[in-house]
């Protein structure tokens, strides 16, 4: 749940810190007191799209965070995303300059606006006044209806597979339209690719072949360069090994007269076993090296046609292999890519798969949709809709869509005998408002969030049904936060924790304070709010009624 609010320079804010209790807990205020602009640095904490106008003027940045206690599933994700698993609280914050620019962080580390939004979907559910704009739409219903049946996972697979089918399909389509085109562009690659599966060119063969035509061209003069190298190692009285001979006689005569030459004489030796060596190796070099006119033939008329394919297909001779083999690549690709029947199969094979989960999702949904328009029909009953009826009707479509077989309309029918129609064709905005408000207490009721907040969703009832709203909040808040912005006494008399947001003067601006409510306090914000200000007795009494009513549905607030 919502630990801790912290706002600087925000809009009318200076600077606020709320610390918050579960249970339920209400905002209050005059109108155009600030009540929403929690919700609104909420909202932007958690990710939603910034501008400049949110600082306020005069100040370079506004600086918001929240504070949430930790829960299992947001742990894992945060260190599957890298960051703190804040074990003691996880702290969001969002920095926004006087330019527009935002900063985003996690535990004191950056992260993005989809890195907040992902991590607040999975702590908070925000429900705006203007809720049921949404519910008319029909992706929203089908959102609503596969939460509420457990059914995220076979939308995912139904929207997985279509992406599939659809791919498949346009390959058909496109290779079925474009056949003579695709059928000329497989003649020239298959004619290119004959072409050089004749030469069958090898990686690193250009090189290899180069050196062999050099060598080969070149056999005499790398004969006679041999032949005179071993006649100067080991020819007759001028040979080097003759001179060495001569010379290691001479050192070993003096070796006689003074010892300490003897190393010289080893020395000798060596370098005499050596030479002997490199004379024969440069003699077998010889007698293994011959003309080969034929080979040297053969190298010349491939170097030729290797040169000639090269400068065809405008390609460095040493890439001539890679280049063989990208267009082979190419051929068969395309020939896949022409492969109707193939193409076909495929796409078939997509549309059974599409099929299969379309029918997986489509059960689940219409096995809780009976169950949600009657949770539903029932929740209004208590907001002052006796007799109104609540479907939620799944209508076939002609075919298999990215969000299943069938679309799903929220129907209504707002008075005893009156005939079932599309929400969005309920005349009456208060009829819109308390509807809306029974979808989200009735969703809601299944969210794995800590926190749930309704912003004025009780705009457009009063009396007796605004208190039923208010005790539903207040059962809601059993389970888990409950935060209400709201201009309704009855509910914000079910309020566990009170808050009042006021709007003064200071230094020649505007500024918004937040102020937690005593019992005494409470009971003259709830007489404001019945007749619009807090001395007149009937309303101070009416108010203590109010809140004696409400305590005889009281659950206990879990401390954060």
């Not at 969000?403 to 009456?428: D, I």
């Not at 979808?439 to 605004?466: P, Y």
């Not at 109010?546 to 607030?557: I, M, R, S």
């Amino acid at each position: 749940m919502l630990l801790h609010l912290h706002l600087r320079d925000f809009v009318i804010v200076d600077e606020l810190d709320i610390d918050l209790a579960g249970g339920f807990t209400v905002l209050t205020g005059e109108t155009g007191a600030g009540k929403s602009i929690l919700i609104d640095a909420l909202k932007l904490v958690l990710g939603e799209r910034a501008d400049a106008a949110v600082v306020r003027a005069g100040a370079q940045r506004a600086d918001l965070s929240a504070t949430f206690s930790p829960t299992a599933a947001l742990q894992a994700w945060l260190q599957e995303q890298g960051f703190d698993t804040g074990d003691d609280g996880v702290l969001l914050r969002r920095v926004i300059d006087a330019a527009g620019k935002s900063r985003g962080f996690i535990n004191g580390s950056p992260a993005t606006a989809a890195q907040l939004k992902a991590a607040g979907d999975m702590l908070v559910d925000i429900h705006g006044q203007h809720a049921h704009q949404g519910l008319v739409r029909r992706e929203v219903a089908s959102s609503l209806l596969d939460a509420y049946a457990g059914a995220e996972e076979q939308a995912r697979a139904v929207e997985q597979a279509w992406q599939e089918w659809h791919a498949a399909q346009r390959a058909l389509e496109d290779a079925s339209q474009g056949a003579e085109r695709l059928a000329a562009e497989r003649e020239r690659l298959q004619w290119q690719c004959d072409e050089l599966d004749r030469l069958r060119p090898q990686p690193g063969e250009w090189d290899t072949l180069e050196a062999e035509q050099r060598r080969l061209a070149h056999i005499t003069t790398l004969l006679d360069a041999l032949s005179t190298a071993q006649a100067a190692l080991d020819g007759d009285d001028v040979g080097a090994l003759s001179l060495l001979a001569q010379a290691r006689q001479a050192v070993e005569r003096a070796s006689d007269v003074d010892p300490a030459v003897q190393p010289l004489v080893q020395q000798l030796d060596a370098a005499q076993t050596s030479l002997h060596d490199l004379s024969h190796a440069l003699r077998r070099l010889a007698q293994h090296t011959e003309a080969d006119p034929q080979r040297l033939a053969e190298v010349d008329a491939r170097l030729g046609t290797w040169m000639q394919l090269a400068r065809k297909h405008r390609v460095p001779a040493a890439d001539l292999p890679q280049h063989h083999q990208a267009l082979r690549s190419q051929l068969d690709r395309l020939e896949r890519t022409t492969d109707l029947p193939a193409l076909q199969q495929q796409a078939d094979a997509a549309f059974a798969r599409l099929q299969q989960a379309a029918r997986a999702l489509s059960a689940k949904r219409l096995a809780a949709a009976r169950q949600l328009g009657q949770a539903v029909q029932d929740a209004m009953q208590q907001l002052g809709m006796p007799g109104g009826r609540f479907e939620v009707a799944c209508l076939a479509l002609d075919a298999v869509g990215a969000r299943g077989a069938e679309t799903v309309e929220f129907q209504v029918a707002a008075h005893p005998g009156a005939e079932l129609r599309p929400l969005g064709k309920v005349a009456s905005g208060g009829e819109l408002s308390r509807i809306a408000l029974a979808v989200a207490v009735t969703t809601s009721a299944l969210q794995d969030v800590g926190t749930l907040i309704f912003d004025e969703v009780d705009a457009g009832i009063g009396g007796e049904v605004a208190q039923t709203v208010g005790r539903l909040l207040r059962r809601l808040g059993r389970d888990r936060q409950v935060l209400a912005v709201t201009h309704l006494a009855q509910v914000a008399a079910c309020a566990q924790q009170h808050y009042a947001v006021r709007k003064h003067s200071r230094d020649g601006q505007t500024v918004s304070q937040l102020d937690v409510l005593d019992p005494v306090q409470r009971r003259s914000e709830i007489a404001r709010m019945l007749a619009g200000h807090a001395r007149s007795s009937a309303a101070l009494e009416h108010a203590r009624e109010l809140l004696a009513a409400c305590a005889t549905d009281a659950a206990p607030a879990t401390e954060p």
